[in-house]
């Protein structure tokens, strides 16, 4: 993977992952269109999509309705990802614990349709300019181990932090539930269009992460991370102090060119 300053290459490497959304159906061998669902339902957390030749568009409109008003107040998503673990109703165990009190509201059926382990990590993708909007690819951990739960933050671009010359793209290591890991996060500055499409990738060795936006290096976390993660793929809308929602904007629409994962050569 060259030394860590050096442009992010991939001509002539193979991935094992080569997603183009380009088939006019969603590949759900790789994707569990639900965001979460053991904390909710898949009713209430099924994403809204298109995939064409032009690739996949994740859509909030005026009929999404909160994933898990229970646990996450007005919060609106559109998600996809590659891997499922809970545990029974009413349980403690599910991934991505995100509040200490969840408890599973739906008992999911466990899918690992595409882990991850070492490599690299790639998702071509336009963000959105609006307020309540941030989008997101944030890899976790499967958890098959409850510790086994770190983020890798490839992406998270907030709607209210791009301006007309650029704006800021969130990347790091998030510790969530794992003991072993620090939260290393940091807001990086990117000029030009964030709404046009970027190349957002993560190098990642047993030893260490690199971070790159347009094959430029832009963070390094020393930390290690040696179990596998599942893709974690969104849109979210936040709720204004009001309650009330800008329907004009709608529907919010993630534009997404593909998705690459490429093995661990070292």
């Known amino acids: 993977m060259g030394n860590p300053e050096t442009p992010l290459d991939l001509d002539g490497s193979a991935p094992d992952l080569d997603e183009r959304f380009d088939e006019g159906v969603l590949d759900e061998t790789v994707w569990w269109p639900y965001y979460l669902p053991h904390w909710s339902s898949r009713e209430r957390s099924e994403a809204r999509y298109s995939v064409a030749p032009e690739g996949l568009e994740l859509l909030i409109d005026a009929e999404t309705t909160p994933w898990s008003p229970e646990f996450d107040g007005g919060i609106r998503v559109s998600h996809l990802q590659t891997g499922e673990l809970s545990g029974p109703v009413g349980s403690t165990v599910g991934q991505h614990r995100f509040r200490p009190d969840l408890v599973v509201r739906e008992a999911q059926p466990e899918r690992r349709l595409h882990l991850v382990r070492h490599g690299v990590i790639e998702v071509r993708m336009a963000a959105i300019r609006h307020p309540d909007v941030m989008v997101a690819f944030w890899p ?83 930390q290690r991370i040696d179990y596998p993660v599942q893709l974690m793929l969104d849109v979210f809308e936040f709720p204004r102090g009001d309650g009330r929602r800008d329907l004009d904007a709608l529907p919010h629409r993630l534009r997404v060119e593909r998705v690459r994962t490429f093995p661990y050569a070292g």
Do not use: M
């Not at 969130?170 to 964030?194: C, H, I, W, Y």
């Not at 060795?205 to 790159?212: A, G, N």
């Open 140 to 222: 976790i951990g499967f958890e098959d181990e409850p510790e086994r739960s770190g983020e890798i933050c490839i992406a998270e671009i907030s709607g209210s932090e791009i301006d007309d010359g650029g704006g800021l793209v969130g990347v790091g290591v998030k510790a969530q539930n794992d003991p072993r890991l620090s939260t290393e996060f940091e807001k990086v500055r990117v000029e030009g269009d964030l709404t046009d499409f970027h190349d957002y990738a993560v190098a990642w060795t047993p030893d260490e992460l690199r971070f790159y936006i347009d094959h430029r290096w832009v963070k390094t976390v020393a």
